[in-house]
C-alpha cells in the first residue's frame, strides 16, 4: 500500500477526550474515528487489524468444530419476554419499535435467539454436541462508554452457543472452548490470565473470564501461582481469619470528629491508620435497611453483598433520608453500636480491637471499642473484595492483584434458557430432554484495544506481529529528488510485497522525521529505510519498533530476515 493512496490522517496531539494510551493511540494514528458516544467508525488501517483479530478467532472456532451462521442483530421483543429479560435487562437494552408498533431491540446478546433456533432445528439427541457461533455487531447501551473501543456502545462479539445432552457433553463443550479461547489468544501474542468469575444472576454452574493484563484494566483480578488460583477479585473468597483479637487495652471514649464524613479524614483527623477503624455503610433491605460493617481500609465487594439474606440485589446504597432515619446522624458517623438494624460483619473485623466506629451522632466517633465488651462478638460473613497478600482460599499461598481487561467470557448456562424457552431434544430412548447450554463471548473490538493497552511506548503502538496492520514499512529518504532512488525504492517495493509481505510504502514527499514519527506512532514492527548512501553500499537501514536503534543491513540479508528464510 502506497501512503499517498491510503487516505491516512495521523494527529500529532492527544485528544483530549481519550483517557486511556490505547484509546488516544488509536484516535492519533488513525485507527478509528468516534462518530458519537460508543459509537466508532473503523478507518481502513484500524480495519486491517480488526480483520485480523476476527481471522484468527475464526480459524480456531472453526478447528473447535464450532459452526458459523449469522443471526440478526435485530431481535424481537417476544423472544426476551420469554425468558424474562425483556424487563430484566434494563436501559442497556436498546428498544425500538417498527412501523406496525412492534417491539424490537438491538441484540446486546443472543442466547434467546439462537434457542429459538436451537428448539426448531435440533429434534434427535444424535444432533448433538453442536455449538453455532456468529462474529457480529452487538448493542449495549452502556451506562458509562468510554476508552474508546474497549467500552463502547456498538462492538464487534464473537458469540458462541453450545448444545448438549448432559452435564458431561456440556463439560466438554466447555472445556474445548476454554481450550480454543487458550489458542486464540496465543496466537494474537497477547500475556492473559483466565480467572474465575461470577456466575452472575442465572446461576450457571461454571464462569471463566480471559483477561489481558494491563494496568489500565477496569477489573482486578487475583491469582496466586502456588496455588493455582485466578480469580476476578469480584468473585474471589475471603476466607474467615483463624485468631482472636488482641485483648482491650484502651476504654471505650466518644471523641468530637468534626468534618470526618470520610475513612481517609477521619483517620488523618485522629492520627491512626484506616485499619483501626471500621465503616458501617448502611444499604437498602429487602424489608429494612441494612448495616454492613468492614474494616475501614477494606472494600465493599457489592455482589458478594447482594446476595446475603434480607440485602436487596442489586446492592443500592441506602439514600441520605434513610441514614438519618436510621442512624439518627448525618451520613458518615454511622457505627454498629446503638444502631437498630440487622449488621453483617465481614470476616476481618473479627481481629479488631481498639477501634474507632460512629457513634451514631453527627460529628462524633467512639474511640477504643472492643468486641466482647463493648459488643456482642458477631458471626462474620465474607463482605470485602480480596487484598494483596491475603490468604488464598485454598490455604496454600497468598494472594497478588492485577489488573485486567475482560476480553472473553466462557459460561455454563445449564438450563436456564432451554427451560424457559422449551428447547427439547429426543434422547435414545425417546425421552424430551431439555438441552444444556453453554455460551461463549470475545470481545473481538475490544481486543484491538486491549492489545495496544499491553503493547506501546512514548512514541506509539508496537503491534504483536500477528495483529500488525503492516509487516514492514518502506521510507524513501528524499527519494523526490533522486530518480536512482525513486527506482530503488519501487523496485524493492514490488520485491517485498511479491515475497507476500504486507508493505506500507511511505512515497510521500514528507520529511523523514514526520515519516519516521508516523511509523513509529502507527507501530509497524520492521521499518526499511532506504537512502542514495545505502544505494551505493548495496545496504537498506533497518530498524524493528522495539529495538533502541537501527542497523544498516544488506538488502539480501534484510530481505531473508524479514521473510523468515
Ligand atoms: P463487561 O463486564 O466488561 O461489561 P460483560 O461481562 O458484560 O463485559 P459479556 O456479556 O461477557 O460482557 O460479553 C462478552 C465479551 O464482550 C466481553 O468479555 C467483552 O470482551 C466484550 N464486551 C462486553 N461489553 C463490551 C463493550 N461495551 N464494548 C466492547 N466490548 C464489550
Ligand atoms: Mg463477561
Known amino acids: 500500500m502506497r501512503f499517498t493512496k491510503f487516505g491516512l490522517t495521523t494527529l500529532r496531539d492527544t485528544?483530549?477526550?481519550?483517557?486511556?494510551?490505547?484509546?488516544?493511540?488509536?484516535?492519533?494514528?488513525?485507527?478509528?474515528r468516534r462518530l458519537a458516544s460508543g459509537l466508532f467508525t473503523w478507518m481502513p488501517l484500524g480495519l486491517r487489524v480488526l480483520r485480523k483479530v476476527e481471522r484468527i478467532v475464526r480459524e480456531e472456532m472453526d478447528r473447535a468444530g464450532a459452526l458459523e451462521l449469522m443471526m440478526p442483530a435485530v431481535q424481537p421483543a417476544e423472544l426476551w419476554q420469554e425468558t424474562g429479560r425483556w424487563d430484566k435487562y434494563g436501559n442497556l437494552l436498546l428498544r425500538m419499535r417498527d412501523r406496525h408498533d412492534r417491539e424490537f431491540c438491538f441484540g446486546p446478546t443472543h442466547e434467546e435467539v439462537i434457542t429459538d433456533i436451537a428448539r426448531r432445528e435440533l429434534r434427535s439427541y444424535k444432533q448433538l454436541p453442536v455449538n453455532f457461533y456468529q462474529i457480529q455487531t452487538k448493542f449495549r447501551d452502556e451506562i458509562r462508554p468510554r476508552f474508546g473501543v474497549m467500552r463502547a456502545r456498538e462492538f464487534t462479539m464473537k458469540d458462541a452457543y453450545s448444545f448438549d445432552l448432559d452435564q458431561d457433553g456440556l463439560d466438554k463443550s466447555y472445556q474445548v472452548m476454554h481450550a480454543a479461547y487458550t489458542a486464540i489468544f496465543e496466537r494474537l501474542g497477547l500475556k492473559f490470565r483466565v480467572v474465575d468469575a461470577d456466575s452472575g444472576e442465572i446461576g450457571g454452574s461454571r464462569s471463566q473470564e480471559f483477561h489481558v493484563l494491563a494496568d489500565s484494566g477496569e477489573d482486578a483480578i487475583a491469582w496466586c501461582d502456588e496455588d493455582d488460583f485466578a480469580s476476578n477479585v469480584e468473585t474471589a473468597a475471603t476466607s474467615g481469619l483463624d485468631g482472636a483479637p488482641a485483648a482491650p487495652a484502651q476504654e471505650l471514649d466518644k471523641v468530637s470528629t468534626p468534618n470526618t464524613k470520610t475513612i481517609e479524614q477521619l483517620a488523618e483527623f485522629l492520627s491512626i491508620q484506616p485499619e483501626q477503624t471500621?465503616?458501617?455503610?448502611?444499604?437498602?433491605?429487602d424489608e429494612q435497611p441494612i448495616a454492613l460493617a468492614l474494616r475501614g481500609d477494606h472494600e465493599l465487594n457489592a455482589i458478594k453483598a447482594a446476595k446475603l439474606p434480607g440485602v436487596a440485589s442489586p446492592l443500592t446504597m441506602a439514600d441520605p433520608a434513610t441514614i438519618v432515619k436510621v442512624t439518627g446522624c448525618k451520613p458518615g458517623y454511622a457505627g454498629p453500636i446503638g444502631l437498630d438494624i440487622p449488621v453483617y460483619y465481614d470476616h476481618a473485623t473479627k481481629l479488631m480491637s481498639d477501634f474507632v466506629a460512629g457513634?451514631?451522632?453527627?460529628?462524633?466517633?467512639?474511640?477504643?471499642?472492643?468486641?466482647?465488651?463493648?459488643?456482642?462478638?458477631?458471626?462474620?460473613?465474607?463482605?470485602?473484595?480480596v487484598v494483596e497478600g491475603d490468604p488464598t482460599p485454598g490455604g496454600k499461598g497468598t494472594l497478588s492483584i492485577a489488573r485486567g481487561i475482560e476480553v472473553g467470557h466462557i459460561f455454563q448456562l445449564g438450563t436456564s434458557y432451554s427451560e424457559a424457552m422449551n428447547a427439547t431434544i429426543q434422547d435414545q430412548d425417546g425421552n424430551d430432554i431439555t438441552m444444556l447450554m453453554g455460551c461463549y463471548g470475545i470481545g473481538v473490538t475490544r481486543i484491538v484495544g486491549a492489545a495496544i493497552e499491553q503493547n506501546h511506548d512514548e512514541r506509539g503502538i508496537i503491534w504483536p506481529e500477528p495483529l500488525t496492520p503492516f509487516d514492514v514499512v518502506l521510507i524513501p529518504i528524499n527519494m523526490h529528488r533522486s530518480e536512482p532512488l525513486r527506482e530503488a525504492a519501487e523496485a524493492l517495493?514490488?520485491?517485498l510485497t511479491d515475497l507476500g509481505l504486507d508493505v506500507l510504502f511511505?512515497?510521500?514527499?514528507?520529511?523523514?522525521?514526520?515519516?519516521?514519527?508516523?511509523?513509529e506512532l502507527i507501530g509497524i514492527p520492521h521499518r526499511l529505510v532506504i537512502s542514495d548512501r545505502g544505494l551505493e553500499a548495496g545496504?537498506?537501514?533497518?530498524?524493528?519498533?522495539?529495538?533502541?536503534?537501527?542497523r544498516m543491513m544488506k538488502r539480501d540479508d534484510a530481505l531473508n530476515m524479514l521473510t523468515g528464510s
Open 15 to 32: 485528544p483530549s477526550e481519550a483517557e486511556i494510551v490505547s484509546h488516544q493511540l488509536m484516535l492519533r494514528a488513525g485507527l478509528i
Open 539 to 550: 545496504e537498506l537501514e533497518y530498524r524493528h519498533r522495539r529495538d533502541e536503534d537501527a
Open 359 to 385: 457513634a451514631n451522632e453527627t460529628d462524633m466517633h467512639l474511640t477504643g471499642v472492643n468486641f466482647g465488651r463493648d459488643i456482642d462478638t458477631p458471626e462474620t460473613v465474607d463482605l470485602r473484595n
Open 506 to 519: 511511505d512515497d510521500r514527499d514528507a520529511r523523514p522525521g514526520v515519516k519516521f514519527a508516523d511509523a
Open 493 to 495: 517495493y514490488a520485491e
Open 278 to 285: 471500621l465503616k458501617t455503610l448502611i444499604v437498602e433491605g
